[in-house]
């Protein structure tokens, strides 16, 4: 079965400041990968997704991720975080065995002022 | 956010009693999910269904059982609760395939004491 691996369990950051959040997975023919944020006390949102294509992901709130399939990574990243970014922000990965998502962990990103 | 909701928000129960969650969609969505989520676990998948009165278990599916008897309803039941089934539960749908991203509910915060 796949896994996913966010290695960094809380990000904290500056304001304006630029952020990655890392993400591994284990390798597998075709992959489908996804990140989600979750606010307090509310449900997953979708904030991007990577099928094919191009490996450079745009994606809501100014967020972008970077599919690497020789680092088999999919780190998210944003130039300039806001307050507001404050959020816990969990990869998954689509198994291709069973068609189910596998999330990671999550990562709690504190932007302070 | 999709049309999912879930019920009850909140609820509080103690050990040995039956507990029904439920999840309501309005999107006809042919596959819903019910996950947990405790810290350090990320989402975990409890059962899932593919269609009305087809259903499977998942990764942690011991001590829950779960129905759908309409497109838009999925019920998941703690037959005898325990304090190890307390967590936030999350009720997901999605359209058919691997690339169909899932859609969550904004959760139930269930306490068993």
């Known amino acids: 079965a796949q896994s996913v691996t966010q290695l960094d369990s809380q990000v904290p950051v500056f304001e304006e400041a630029p952020v990655e959040l890392r993400c591994n997975y284990s390798s597998s023919v075709s992959v489908y990968l996804f990140w989600y944020v979750q606010y307090p006390n509310q449900g997953l949102q979708l904030l991007l997704k990577y099928l094919s294509g191009s490996t450079l992901v745009k994606g809501i709130n100014g967020f972008e991720a970077e599919f690497n399939k020789s680092q088999t990574s999919f780190h998210l990243r944003k130039p300039s975080v806001h307050i507001s970014d404050t959020a816990e922000y969990f990869c998954?990965?689509?198994?291709?065995?069973?068609?189910?998502?596998?999330f990671g962990t999550g990562t709690r990103l504190q932007v302070f002022p | 956010d999709a049309g999912i909701t879930q019920s009850p928000r909140h609820k509080v129960t103690e050990t040995g009693t039956p507990v029904t969650l439920r999840c309501h969609q309005t999107?006809?969505?042919?596959?819903m999910y019910w996950y947990r989520q405790d810290p350090g676990h990320g989402l975990r998948l409890i059962h899932y269904?593919?269609?009305?009165?087809?259903?499977d278990k998942g990764e942690v599916s011991d001590g829950y059982s779960v129905s759908r008897s309409k497109t838009e309803d999925f019920l998941l039941t703690l037959e005898s609760a325990t304090s190890s089934q307390t967590s936030v539960y999350f009720c997901a749908i999605s359209g058919r395939g691997r690339d169909q991203p899932q859609h969550f509910g904004d959760g139930t915060r269930l306490s068993i004491l």
């Open positions: 998954a990965v689509s198994d291709s065995a069973t068609d189910k998502l596998i």
């Open positions: 999107e006809n969505h042919r596959y």
């Open positions: 269904s593919y269609g009305v009165k087809d259903t």
